[in-house]
């Protein structure tokens, strides 16, 4: 039995190795610095983590000397929540969050009042319309922005609908051949049931949702709920609605339905890479439009790095910086339209760039995802 | 019988412990402690380690000291249709899979125990591959295969007939679950029935019994323990699942699996997402117990307990 001890000692040393190189990382993570670099974390697809790494950042290290900008990128965004909760717990607790700008689950972090307010600091903001910075919550810097568009095939549709009215009744006209993905699965689907709601809420009501969480206003969405759910025998399978803004593009491209909501940067891309056939066109509906928004960076408020954050928040802005978002991810500048080569401004031109319409406050999207779940499917 | 513990004996327990204690330290620490965090959050306690969460979280039942208990959020959640039609579909998914995992496994199990060719052992063989397959892609598979426009379909329609869609339904849901839980029940069950000395079957075909009156007589009651074990695993596995039923299931009815990361990720409401855990994991116990059970029986008919 002597040797018991040693075995468990052997048995304990990966555990204790595994807490010793946490500790360590995340020391180093808080020494890191000095001023001179920043630590930016951001999420999405593989198209996003190319802008940053092979666009974005070069770019800004180039016209910056000296300065080092570390990328943290989660694919997909599977641990926005994990993360999130990491960058709150670090701010009530004070300590380095090892992030200086988020550019993912910004929005949530600007309603939880996690990031630095802007001020002055971010210059081009100026150029930015002032709606779409507000909807983005304190402390919230739009960099590029997209909208949700109506795609259709036009090979079998010839004149598709010009109104959210018109749509319906293509809906209901052609069972079986329209569906748009679950809110909770992602913006393109949520666009579309935000605007039903939107056609039976008054204005006033739905502007102080854009800004604030209001829960007493939200009964006035039961007549967009009734429409909704009176859709489901005329949508795809008799009230399929697939999971994630791709699979609606996928029953799009393989001809198994004809119409729906989609992303325009989605769309841009997929049919430059050829996986959206070239019948396949897209348009902006209107009374009311598909909502767009913006992607937002926000530099934390518990940050020692804020200057620096602040220079690349604001080099994003420039022109050049907004020309190249717009080429490799069909991202719509953020900017004003006014500031872009004439080139950009046509390729944006059909999707009414410059008039995004908001969407709503994140509680409210977050209890739209909710009360659909309740509402529409298998009613 | 057992021996006195001297001083000798209690050196062997403490060293065996010593052994045994950085798996149950793990276990205590990444597991027991984060369970006992999350069953205070369902009733109510938002301090603590759960302040973070509670931080960000919406429409939370709170209580105001350490000592109470609210079952204000088991009330909210048991109160909503939803979620009762929800929990309802996810104990028959559960049930039904089982049910037909365990009848194939049984089917080949018999198959490579009554004739030992090379198409059983083929067979055999091939009932164990989805192991090898990530779920993730089995359910796209699935989902491709079953559609609308699908190779099920397509058969069909050349065939002169029209096959249902199952893309999107629950039945996509219970076949994908069936074909991800049949490997590990197959590997119990034929190790069970594989056990089954071959002169017991040939003594009771000797007494004049047929192949079905042997295998209800002889290899069924030899081989129920081994049964009952997959039977549970596979209950419990299908109940809380996740990616098949996310992908190849419908809006609705939901399973719960799939419920538990709406609520917590796109509702904002982790409170009535860890609720549903917790109710998961009794009904999960449940399932549990007869595992527990079948264990005690094994172990009481070889004399170790």
Same mark, same amino acid.
């Given at each position: ?13 990966? &555990? ?10 995340? #020391? +180093?993570?808080? $020494? ?12 999405? /697809? ?21 300065? =080092? ?41 600007? @309603? ?45 549709? %010839? ?25 909770? @699965? ?90 959206? %056939?070239?019948?396949? =066109?897209?348009?902006?509906?209107? /009374? ?53 080569? #004439? ?14 319409? %908001? ?21 | 019988?057992?021996? $006195?513990?001297?001083? @000798? $004996? ?12 950085? %798996? ?33 979280? =919406? ?35 559960? &049930? ?51 559609? #609308? ?74 081989? &129920? ?40 990720? +796109? ?39």
């Amino acid at each position: 039995m002597r040797r018991s001890p040693v075995v468990a000692a052997a048995l304990l040393a990966p &555990l204790a190795l595994t807490l010793a190189s946490c500790s360590s990382g995340s #020391s +180093s993570a808080g $020494t890191a610095g000095g001023g001179t670099s920043v630590i930016v974390a951001a999420s999405g /697809d593989t198209n996003v983590q190319e802008l940053w790494q092979q666009t974005l950042i070069p770019d800004f290290e180039k016209a910056h000397p000296g300065t =080092k900008v570390t990328l943290t990128f989660d694919l997909h965004g599977n641990n926005d929540q994990q993360n999130f909760a990491r960058l709150a717990a670090a701010t009530q607790q004070k300590k380095d969050p090892g992030v200086d700008l988020v550019a993912s689950f910004t929005d949530k972090a600007a @309603s939880a009042g996690l990031l630095a307010e802007v001020g002055s600091k971010v210059p081009s903001l100026a150029s930015v319309d002032p709606k779409v910075v507000a909807a983005g919550g304190a402390g919230a810097i739009p960099y590029r922005a997209s909208s949700v568009l109506l795609a259709y095939d036009s090979a079998k549709v %010839p004149a598709p609908p010009k109104t959210l009215a018109d749509l319906l009744t293509w809906i209901k006209a052609h069972p079986g051949r329209f569906t748009y993905n679950s809110p909770k @699965s992602g913006g393109s689907g949520q666009a579309f049931v935000v605007s039903v709601l939107d056609s039976h809420t008054a204005t006033a009501d739905r502007d102080q949702m854009t800004t604030g969480y209001h829960k007493d206003l939200e009964k006035d969405w039961a007549p967009g709920w009734a429409q909704l759910a009176s859709l489901n025998a005329d949508v795809f399978q008799k009230g399929v609605y697939p999971n994630g803004n791709n699979q609606v593009l996928q029953l799009l491209s393989s001809g198994q339905i004809d119409m729906a909501p989609v992303w325009s940067d989605q769309f841009i891309s997929g049919q430059a890479a050829g996986t959206i %056939p070239a019948t396949m =066109k897209a348009q902006q509906i209107a /009374d009311p439009t598909f909502t767009g928004g913006a992607a937002y960076v926000g530099v934390t408020e518990a940050s020692k790095h804020q200057d620096l954050a602040f220079q690349v928040a604001d080099f994003m802005l420039q022109p050049d910086e907004q020309a190249k978002i717009a080429e490799k991810i069909a991202g719509y500048p953020a900017i004003s339209m006014s500031r872009m080569s #004439s080139q950009i401004q046509q390729k944006f031109a059909a999707a009414a760039a410059n008039t995004l319409r %908001p969407g709503y406050n994140p509680d409210h999207a977050s209890d739209i995802n909710n009360l659909w779940d309740q509402n529409v499917p298998g009613k | 019988m057992r021996p $006195t513990p001297t001083q @000798s $004996t209690l050196k062997h327990r403490l060293g065996g412990l010593a052994l045994a204690s950085p %798996p149950l330290l793990l276990v205590t620490i990444f597991v027991g402690f984060p369970i006992v965090v999350a069953v205070a959050y369902s009733l109510g306690h938002t301090g603590g380690p759960n302040a973070t969460v509670s931080l960000i979280a =919406k429409d939370q039942v709170t209580v105001d000291a350490w000592w109470k208990q609210s079952p204000g959020a088991y009330g909210v959640l048991l109160r909503d249709e939803r979620f009762r039609r929800d929990l309802l579909v996810t104990v028959l998914v559960s &049930l039904a899979t089982t049910a037909i995992v365990l009848v194939l496994a049984w089917v080949i199990a018999l198959y490579v125990r009554l004739t030992d060719t090379w198409v059983s052992r083929l067979l055999s063989a091939l009932a164990v591959i989805p192991m090898f397959i990530p779920v993730v892609i089995a359910s796209w598979v699935i989902l491709t295969f079953y559609a #609308s426009d699908g190779f099920v379909r397509t058969v069909a329609d050349q065939l002169g007939f029209t096959a249902p869609v199952w893309g999107y339904t629950t039945t996509a849901v219970v076949i994908g679950l069936v074909w991800t839980q049949l490997p590990f029940a197959t590997l119990m069950v034929v190790s069970g029935v594989q056990g089954v000395p071959d002169a017991l079957i040939e003594a009771g075909r000797d007494a004049g019994g047929s192949i079905p009156r042997v295998v209800w007589s002889v290899v069924a009651p030899m081989a &129920l323990v081994p049964t009952v074990i997959a039977g549970t695993f596979t209950a419990i596995g299908t109940l809380g699942s996740f990616t098949v039923p996310y992908f190849t299931g419908p809006n609705a009815p939901k399973m719960l699996g799939v419920d538990m990361n709406d609520y917590f990720q +796109s509702y904002n409401l982790p409170q009535s997402s860890v609720v549903m855990a917790v109710v998961v994991f009794v009904v999960a116990s449940g399932f549990g117990a007869v595992y527990v059970w079948a264990n005690y029986r094994s172990s009481a008919s070889t004399g170790r307990v």
